[in-house]
């Protein structure tokens, strides 16, 4: 079964569109997939895939590579996979945001072997504003690759109940805010880029987990405001538990950045490095408990 989405519209148009497919699981055999490309503002698109190998793109012919996109300003998109080797490749193109319409992306997926890439303002031109993302991924080995560009967007990803899941954001604009939350059977890893376009401003990382061996690196090049990491138990009603993680944080930046990293467990390894090409108010809070970990902190005024 292969359903298709396709719209044009102007800024008061509304369309809901409700694409709904249940098939048995066929051993070897992808069970449902959807082509979309939406155009117009106000929109609200819901796809809901209930199989094997289910699959959301953006060509009618079977080409898993190429992002199914949504394009106009204040969009609001609801994604739920269940199944084994789901597949979704999702691009949201929009003109303006100004915190207009609070434009929503909530993805939730549901078993092993998830391969998702949402790219937020996919046309490359700086106007992704006050976009929400929502992610979920319950089950192992899902990998989760989120780009935006733009200012004042949230990025929530959530893994609970295995193991070996990934995420990795690249983020480029100012006041943009990531949390990460990591649970289940360990070697997990979480990748943030932030200003990875250029210095960026007020941008914020939050991550916590429990489990062992897992992943965390975190970069934020910064301009005058500065950015901050919570990683962690460091701040009230956050964890990271576990042994053997590894945890890497680098900051560079005019002044101001912060790092406050909390970790409970053994054989952690944790290295902060802050750079500051003016001034020199950058500040790294541990606070570490357990045995034969490793800790380097490397504040520097180049």
Same mark, same amino acid.
């Given at each position: ?28 055999? %992808? /069970? ?28 009618? !012919? ?6 199914? &996109?949504?394009?106009?300003?204040? !969009? ?16 949201? *193109? ?18 092993? @072997? $998830? ?9 490359? *031109? ?21 780009? &935006? =560009? ?7 990803? #959530? ?9 990795? $954001? !690249? ?6 805010? *990531? ?19 250029? %210095?960026?401003?007020?941008?914020? &990382? ?8 897992? #992943? ?13 990491? #919570?990683?962690?138990?460091? %701040? $009230?009603?956050? $964890? ?15 002044? /101001?950045?912060? %790092?406050?990293?909390?970790? #409970? ?6 290295? &902060? ?14 606070? =570490? ?10 504040? @520097?005024?180049?």
């Amino acid at each position: 079964m292969k359903p298709s989405i396709t719209g044009a519209g102007s800024l008061s148009r509304k369309l809901t569109a409700i694409l709904l497919s249940t098939v048995m699981l066929m051993a070897g055999a %992808a /069970d449902n997939s959807i082509y979309v490309d939406q155009t117009g503002s106000g929109a609200t698109v819901t796809m809901t895939q209930d199989g094997y190998g289910n699959v959301i793109r953006g060509t009618a !012919n079977g080409d898993n590579t190429t992002n199914a &996109v949504i394009y106009g300003d204040n !969009n609001q998109v609801n994604i739920s996979q269940v199944g084994s080797n789901n597949t979704l490749k999702l691009g949201i *193109q929009s003109t303006t945001g100004n915190g207009q319409g609070n434009p929503t992306v909530n993805y939730s997926v549901t078993g092993n @072997n $998830a391969n998702a890439v949402i790219d937020i303002n996919a046309n490359g *031109q700086n106007t992704a504003e006050s976009n929400t993302v929502n992610v979920t991924q319950t089950g192992n080995t899902a990998s989760l690759k989120v780009g &935006v =560009i733009g200012n004042e967007n949230s990025i929530s990803a #959530t893994t609970a109940g295995g193991a070996s899941n990934s995420v990795t $954001a !690249n983020i480029n604009g100012n006041n943009n805010t *990531q949390n990460i939350s990591m649970t289940g059977g360990g070697n997990n890893s979480a990748t943030v880029n932030q200003g990875a376009g250029g %210095a960026t401003n007020g941008n914020s &990382v939050g991550i916590t987990a429990v489990g062992a061996s897992n #992943t965390f690196a975190i970069t934020q090049d910064g301009g005058t405001q500065g950015n901050s990491v #919570t990683i962690g138990g460091y %701040a $009230a009603g956050s $964890a990271l538990t576990g042994s053997s993680n590894s945890v890497a944080v680098t900051q560079n930046g005019s002044n /101001d950045n912060t %790092a406050a990293i909390g970790i #409970t467990g053994g054989s952690n390894t944790v290295s &902060v490095y802050q750079g500051a090409t003016t001034g020199v108010n950058n500040t790294a809070n541990l606070k =570490i408990s357990g045995s034969t970990n490793s800790i380097t902190v490397n504040q @520097n005024k180049p």
